[in-house]
């Protein structure tokens, strides 16, 4: 059976055996004893590593070559992400990295763009499945959990490969548990965030939202949507148009989730601006 990524092509695009991407080595360096071993998903190397998982969560990080941002406000989450089309000739309101999964749940998703889609619709049906169940709409944690089970199970075959996506997960939930963040990664890992991300640049976001985390439990929904914003645009070292980013909320007033429209973001940027001047 032919290996699902070789240590040969990795090598092009930045594997653990390369060293071309600073912002995302994090893994330890492969020694040739180890080669024989990333052939399968299955199978452990001496030092107890998978190296196809590593591979996974290398193409999840750098294939998109996006970076995405959510936090977590007193009532509130946030989404953000970069927009980019790959094609002039595409239309642009089909370009997108940020999903409705229930009318109060949504998801930002990083990596392969066609697993993505696959995430996407799983995590759709087991909404819908649970609901039709129970009689009530899913909890954000419960969605999490049954998306990162799923991803743990691909894990443990060698006829299935890991779906290389990171899945950023916000909600409101009823019962006085208030904005959920929740990062699911394609080894089947999920946790609770204030704040997170995942792409390219998820290092560098990670530690701008360390430097705001003690703040974060107040802020109201304009205040979460800025600091996403502040937080993308700090990292990729650019100014933004309107155009140029997706930003989705979950306001615990109404529990919806939606999209902000290109004028509702250049809102936010004009008052960015105004802040910093």
């Known amino acids: 059976q032919k290996p699902i990524i070789s240590a040969a092509a990795l090598d092009t695009c930045t594997s653990p055996t390369g060293t071309a991407n ?7 360096t492969m020694s040739r004893a180890d080669s024989n071993y990333d052939h399968h998903i299955s ?21 998109s070559g996006l970076t995405g941002v959510a936090v977590r406000g007193a009532t509130s989450c946030v989404v953000v992400t970069q927009k980019k089309v790959p094609d002039r000739l595409m239309d642009p309101t089909s370009i997108s990295s940020v999903f409705a999964i229930t009318p109060t749940i949504g998801a930002l998703t990083t990596g392969l763009p066609a697993d993505a889609r696959a995430v996407i619709q799983r995590a759709r049906f087991e909404a819908s499945d649970f609901a039709y169940k129970y ?13 990162a089970d799923i991803a743990q199970v691909y894990t443990q ?30 080894a089947g890992h999920y946790l609770p965030f204030f704040g997170t991300a995942s792409g390219t640049k998820e290092q560098e976001a990670t530690n701008f939202l360390e430097k705001r985390v003690g703040d974060m439990k107040s802020y109201t929904p304009d205040e979460t949507v800025r600091c996403a914003i502040m937080c993308l645009g700090s990292v990729l070292g650019s100014d933004f148009r309107g155009t140029e980013i997706e930003v989705a909320v979950v306001d615990g007033d109404e529990g919806r989730f939606g999209k902000l429209t290109e004028q509702e973001i250049e809102k ?10």
């Open 157 to 186: 075959s060698a006829s299935m490969r890991p779906l290389a996506v990171t899945t950023l997960l916000v909600g409101v939930d009823d019962g006085g548990v208030g904005p959920q963040v929740f990062k699911v990664d394609c």
């Open 135 to 147: 009689g009530y709409p899913i909890p954000v944690a419960q969605l999490a959990k049954r998306i």
């Open 43 to 63: 199978i452990f190397s001496p030092q107890g590593r998978l190296y196809q998982m590593e591979y996974a969560f290398k193409a999840a990080n750098t294939t």
């Open 22 to 28: 600073s912002n995302n080595n994090q893994f330890p």
């Open 268 to 277: 936010h940027l004009e008052a960015i601006a105004d802040s910093e001047d």
